[in-house]
């Protein structure tokens, strides 16, 4: 590689990209689907497979549970990408009757995707839902 600088005012810039210094996760779930809803399912099935997703970073903060009407929820995981976040809830139903878990319980604009492991929660039942999100960006 050869540079030549010329001119009172000329600077020499290298730029890199920070990407190619990363290792590649050889176990990361690789998303190339292009339609929304099969990206949402991708994630989905990565979460619950608890498998890394090429393009989002993996947290897991240890946060309080949240009440939404007789719902508890608590927040296991998030994977957050550009455009896109997935999040692991539990949801345990602390209500006297049987609880519905689908897009109307979370009442989020960005919501694109809830999938939950039990859609009908008994009284005193829990389950992990998956959400997926747009990120607004």
Do not use: W
């Amino acid at each position: 590689f050869q540079c030549r600088i010329g001119g009172e005012d000329a600077e020499q810039i290298f730029v890199t990209n920070q990407m190619l210094d990363q290792q590649v996760d050889e176990g990361a779930v690789q998303m190339a689907a292009v339609d929304p809803r099969q990206v949402s399912a991708d994630l989905i099935q990565a979460m619950h497979a608890q498998k890394p997703v090429s393009g989002f970073e993996i947290r897991q903060d240890n946060l309080e549970p949240v009440n939404v009407g007789s719902l508890q929820v608590r927040m296991i995981s998030e994977y957050r990408g550009l455009d896109l976040n997935g999040k692991q809830l539990v949801v345990q139903n602390r209500g006297k009757t049987d609880a519905a878990i689908d897009e109307t319980t979370f009442k989020l604009t960005s919501l694109m995707a809830v999938s939950a492991l039990k859609p009908v929660l008994k009284p005193g039942e829990s389950t992990t839902v998956y959400l997926v999100l747009k990120t607004g960006g």
